[in-house]
Nanobody, 122 residues
C-alpha cells in the first residue's frame, strides 16, 4: 500500500503564507498525478490544484496566482505553497496521488491523505 503523510497545516492571519507537504511511502513503482482537494463544512470538496508526473500544473481560479503546487519525484513528495491567504481558504486540505505498486503494477490506484486543517482568521 501507499501511505500519504501530510504536514504544514495550521492557523494563519489573512495575507499570511503556509506550505503544505505530502510525503508518499511504500513499495512505489511509479507516482503519477498528485494534487490537493479541500473541503469546507457544508460544502462539496473542491479540487485546488494538481500536478502530473512531468510537472504540468493546474489550479482552480480561486487560488491561481496565490498557490503553487510542486513535486519532488526523487522523494515522492508534493508541496502546496499558499500565499496571500484569505478567510475563504479555510478548509480541510487532502492530498491525493495515483500510484502503481509492486502488488498492483498494472493498475493506477488512488491514495488519500487524512487531511490537514488550514484556518485563516484574524
Amino acid at each position: 500500500q501507499v501511505q500519504l503523510v501530510e504536514s504544514g497545516g495550521g492557523l494563519v492571519q489573512p495575507g499570511g503564507s503556509l506550505r503544505l507537504s505530502c510525503a508518499a511511502s511504500g513499495n512505489i513503482l511509479s507516482m503519477n498525478v498528485m494534487g490537493w482537494y479541500r473541503r469546507a463544512p457544508g460544502k462539496q470538496r473542491e479540487l485546488v490544484a494538481f500536478i502530473n508526473k512531468s510537472g504540468t500544473t493546474n489550479y482552480v481560479d480561486a487560488v491561481r496566482g496565490r498557490f503553487t503546487i510542486s513535486r519532488d519525484n526523487t522523494r515522492n513528495t508534493m508541496y502546496l505553497q499558499m500565499n496571500s491567504l484569505k478567510p475563504e481558504d479555510t478548509a480541510v486540505y487532502y492530498c491525493y496521488c495515483g500510484a502503481q505498486t509492486a502488488s498492483r503494477a498494472a493498475e493506477n490506484m488512488i491514495y488519500w491523505g487524512q487531511g490537514t486543517q488550514v484556518t485563516v482568521s484574524s
